[in-house]
């Protein structure tokens, strides 16, 4: 995650859950039609639930998996990130390891947001004009993060149709990709080690981390 290093993995997190988590007043199914509010309706719930629940969370920080869980979860495409960041690797893998990645995968993500979220600043968020073309299926949703005394954060959400709405299923900030650069930390380990080893290091790791 070199690349990611200048800005900070957790405040790049903070910027993405800061405009990826919530619901508005628009219906469910007009939310889920349009990738342009899918993102710009993502603030409201959880910053709403992290100041209702901000007594119980400073007792059981813990407790912010669970919403996350329930938030993002479905507006994730895990699957198919699962399949970038593994890439040639995703091909030759086992099925019982592929289900083992997606899981540990998912699992990573959500606690590194969930810890994010926990350190969460009221940053104010810039949706742009959308540029894609909605028929194609696939979407890129450009916003700019604004945080006092500090230069604007382009962060762009890429998405592609689903039958049940638009997934995102990559993330980038300033240009750099989070699958690009788990894709290029998860090929060094593999080759170095295994494939098995990633899964069972990840595993360890997520299971380390929710204690």
């Not at 939310?31 to 969370?57: G, S, Y």
């Not at 450009?142 to 997934?167: C, F, M």
């Not at 998860?186 to 997520?206: C, G, P, W």
Request: proline fraction near 2%; hydrophobic fraction near 40%.
């Amino acid at each position: 995650m070199t690349s990611l290093s200048q800005r900070g993995v957790v405040g790049f997190l903070l910027c993405v859950f800061s405009a990826l988590l919530s619901f508005s007043s628009l219906t469910y199914a007009a939310v889920e039609d349009n990738p342009q509010q899918l993102v710009q309706v993502t603030t409201d719930k959880m910053l709403a639930r992290l100041k209702q629940n901000k007594t119980e969370l400073d007792k059981k920080p813990e407790l912010i998996y669970d919403y996350v869980s329930e938030i993002v979860l479905p507006h994730f495409d895990f699957i198919r990130m699962s399949q970038w960041v593994l890439a040639k690797n995703w091909r030759v893998a086992e099925k019982e390891q592929k289900i083992r990645f997606i899981r540990a995968f998912r699992t990573l993500l959500i606690r590194t947001y969930g810890v994010a979220l926990l350190e969460y600043t009221q940053q104010k968020i810039n949706y742009l004009p959308l540029r894609s073309d909605l028929a194609s299926g696939d979407v890129t949703v450009r916003t700019e993060i604004i945080e006092k005394g500090k230069q604007p954060v382009a962060l762009n959400y890429s998405l592609h149709k689903k039958d049940k709405g638009w997934k995102v299923y990559d993330i980038s900030v300033d240009g750099v990709s989070l699958i690009s650069n788990y894709r290029t930390s998860f090929a060094s380990e593999i080759k170095q080690t295994s494939i098995d080893a990633l899964i069972e290091r990840l595993e360890k790791h997520n299971q380390k981390a929710g204690a």
